[in-house]
């Protein structure tokens, strides 16, 4: 992926923040919105107090808070805001494991916002778990709507020799993946522009997606999953997948239904779409209760519980 040379100046600025806050020790576990929001409606969260409140909990802070070389960093990144007499960052610093990563800060309202959360550690314990099960050589794999990158960022360091394709629409989830890939040292992931596999040719011995599946009235790119309730995307990734897996190969897609009347319309059509001998497949819920405030917004008035599910289908040789 090209980069204009302020592009690029930028996003080195943001590697470099990214190296220092690594050997300070800096870390952050990054939650859902709802408890991010309860957290910081607290009197006491008003205001950053330490690099923690300015990078993981996104709130304001006075310049003195942070280094010369920590603010003329934000602002060579362009992602430094002001807040009246206050700064604020624009992206957040997330940890995973040994990994430091740069995502879009809270809230995430913009319609190319680069999303991380409770989301990303299960998909990334998805993947953990294939691998370890299934240790066969993986050549060619790819991470379909890739966002900050974790899918990509996990298979190419578990397997060094693989070439890795991190896809996404939004050019700024690739620009910070590429920052994250380079933050861990990692140089056999390629960032790519495409529709999920429309912009790339040949097949795969693993596939991942962590796509968006909510129902978003805003059509934000990192949340609208399409359809009636936010299944549609999961359905062309099932889709498009199958056809591109090689002999042997592994999609491994973790997703949120909306769950009504006790009915889970995603298996439902998974098994209209992977009937017959050609594909082995598993779908396993892994949590049966997330993001309940969504229940509250529109579309959702005969939702019982948005569950967290992941399918793995193999193509059989």
Same mark, same amino acid.
């Given at each position: 992926?090209?980069?204009?040379?302020?592009?690029?100046?930028?996003?080195?600025?943001?590697?470099?923040?990214?190296?220092?806050?690594?050997?300070? $020790?800096?870390?952050? @576990?990054?939650?859902?919105?709802? +408890?991010?929001?309860?957290?910081?409606?607290?009197? &006491?969260?008003?205001?950053?107090?330490?690099?923690?409140?300015?990078?993981?909990?996104?709130?304001?802070?006075?310049?003195?808070?942070?280094?010369?070389? =920590?603010?003329?960093?934000?602002?060579?990144?362009?992602?430094?805001?002001? !807040?009246?007499? #206050?700064?604020?960052?624009?992206?957040?610093?997330?940890?995973?494991?040994?990994?430091?990563?740069?995502?879009? *800060?809270?809230?995430?309202?913009?319609?190319?916002?680069?999303?991380?959360?409770?989301?990303?550690?299960?998909? *990334?314990?998805?993947? %953990?778990?294939?691998?370890?099960?299934?240790?066969?050589?993986?050549? %060619?794999?790819?991470?379909?709507?890739?966002?900050?990158?974790?899918?990509?960022?996990?298979?190419?360091?578990? *397997?060094?020799?693989?070439?890795?394709?991190?896809?996404?629409?939004?050019?700024?989830?690739?620009?910070?993946?590429?920052?994250?890939?380079?933050?861990?040292?990692?140089?056999?992931?390629?960032?790519?522009?495409?529709?999920?596999?429309?912009?790339?040719?040949?097949?795969?011995? #693993?596939?991942?997606?962590?796509?968006?599946?909510?129902?978003? %009235?805003?059509?934000? +790119?990192?949340? %609208? $999953?399409?359809?009636?309730? $936010?299944? =549609?995307? &999961?359905?062309?990734?099932?889709?498009?997948?199958?056809? !591109?897996?090689?002999?042997?190969?592994?999609?491994?897609?973790? @997703? $949120?239904?909306?769950?009504?009347?006790?009915?889970?319309?995603?298996?439902? *059509?998974?098994?209209?779409?992977?009937?017959?001998?050609?594909?082995?497949?598993?779908?396993?819920?892994?949590?049966?209760?997330?993001?309940?405030?969504?229940?509250?917004?529109?579309?959702?008035?005969?939702?019982?519980?948005?569950?967290?599910?992941?399918? @793995?289908?193999?193509?059989?040789?």
């Amino acid at each position: 992926m090209m980069l204009d040379p302020e592009q690029a100046q930028a996003d080195l600025a943001l590697l470099q923040l990214g190296k220092r806050l690594r050997a300070d $020790g800096y870390r952050f @576990t990054c939650v859902t919105p709802a +408890t991010h929001a309860r957290n910081n409606a607290r009197d &006491s969260a008003r205001q950053a107090s330490n690099l923690r409140d300015v990078f993981g909990w996104s709130r304001p802070f006075a310049p003195s808070l942070l280094s010369a070389d =920590e603010l003329q960093a934000l602002q060579h990144a362009q992602v430094l805001e002001q !807040r009246g007499e #206050l700064l604020a960052s624009k992206v957040r610093w997330s940890s995973l494991d040994d990994l430091l990563l740069v995502h879009s *800060a809270y809230p995430t309202h913009a319609s190319d916002a680069v999303f991380f959360g409770p989301d990303s550690y299960r998909f *990334a314990q998805v993947i %953990h778990d294939h691998l370890q099960r299934c240790p066969d050589r993986v050549e %060619h794999a790819v991470d379909i709507g890739c966002g900050s990158g974790v899918g990509a960022l996990l298979i190419a360091r578990a *397997a060094p020799h693989a070439q890795v394709s991190a896809l996404d629409i939004n050019p700024l989830a690739l620009r910070y993946t590429a920052i994250n890939a380079a933050l861990a040292g990692i140089s056999n992931v390629s960032v790519e522009p495409s529709d999920l596999l429309y912009g790339v040719t040949g097949t795969f011995d #693993l596939i991942v997606a962590n796509p968006p599946y909510m129902l978003d %009235h805003n059509a934000r +790119t990192y949340r %609208h $999953g399409g359809g009636a309730l $936010g299944a =549609e995307l &999961s359905l062309r990734i099932v889709e498009q997948a199958r056809e !591109r897996l090689s002999m042997r190969g592994t999609l491994l897609l973790y @997703t $949120g239904v909306a769950i009504v009347e006790g009915r889970d319309a995603l298996l439902e *059509a998974v098994r209209l779409r992977l009937a017959g001998p050609q594909f082995s497949w598993v779908y396993q819920e892994i949590d049966p209760d997330v993001f309940g405030e969504q229940l509250d917004e529109p579309g959702y008035e005969h939702v019982e519980r948005i569950a967290a599910v992941a399918l @793995t289908v193999t193509r059989n040789g």
